[in-house]
């Protein structure tokens, strides 16, 4: 069974520009979350999802960033535009219904020049 | 709000000695705990958990129990490999995360 698939890998851009990760979760997982993964820190949660409802946004700079999970599966997060401080690594994770452990995908680190 | 706590590293030791890395966390109620691993140049992987009070998870020779009455879900592993040199991660539910203690495994 595939795990979580993220995309890119990495990506370099240009302060200002716009950005955006693509995540492909577990087939089944109903739950998805995106974290921010700074160097030598744990990941921090940025937005969860429940099917495609954003039930825990708290913590999403919703000034530049932005998510979306249509149709409950495949989940994208913007980032326009940005700022040198967000080059980090961009966690993907999913886990099904009733489940106490979350799948991580490879992660897409961003660096911003 | 909820919070984890780990000892920082860098945690350095030679192959076959004792490990234990600490982790305390502050939380309502009784969450479920989780250990994970991050090996260089790969994702997170869940290495262990324990979903309620004296629960004990296990898994690759490494041991966490959920200890109620100290807050604490310390990892301990008896005889370290080179191999498990990584970075690891103490995590309340699966939202949040400690900082992260390296080990490094010396042969």
């Known amino acids: 069974e595939a795990g979580v698939v993220q995309s890119p890998r990495y990506k370099i851009i240009e302060k200002k520009q716009p950005v955006a990760f693509w995540c492909n979760p577990i087939?089944?997982?109903?739950?998805l979350y995106w974290y921010l993964q700074n160097l030598g820190q744990g990941p921090e949660l940025l937005i969860r999802?429940?099917?495609?409802?954003?039930?825990?946004d708290s913590q999403l700079p919703k000034d530049r960033f932005s998510a979306e999970r249509l149709k409950g599966v495949d989940s994208t997060l913007k980032i326009q535009p940005a700022e040198l401080g967000d080059s980090a690594v961009y966690l993907c994770?999913?886990?099904?219904?009733?489940?106490?452990?979350?799948?991580f995908g490879q992660g897409t680190r961003l660096t911003v020049v | 709000g909820d919070s984890v706590t780990q000892m920082e590293g860098p945690v350095t030791l030679s192959e076959e000695a004792f490990l234990t890395i600490n982790c305390t966390y502050t939380?309502?109620?009784?969450?479920?705990l989780f250990w994970y691993v991050q090996y260089p140049g790969e994702g997170l992987q869940l290495l262990l958990k324990?979903?309620?009070?004296?629960d004990k998870g296990s898994n690759k020779g490494f041991e966490a129990t959920y200890r109620k009455e100290t807050t604490s879900f310390h990892l301990e592993k008896g005889s370290v490999q080179v191999s498990d040199s990584a970075v690891y991660f103490c995590?309340?539910?699966?939202?949040?995360f400690g900082k992260g203690t390296r080990l490094h495994i010396l042969p």
């Open positions: 994770a999913s886990s099904s219904p009733g489940s106490a452990e979350a799948f």
């Open positions: 087939s089944g997982h109903n739950t």
């Open positions: 999802y429940e099917n495609e409802e954003a039930v825990d």
């Open positions: 939380a309502t109620g009784y969450p479920s």
């Open positions: 324990a979903t309620k009070a004296d």
């Open positions: 995590a309340l539910y699966k939202i949040i």
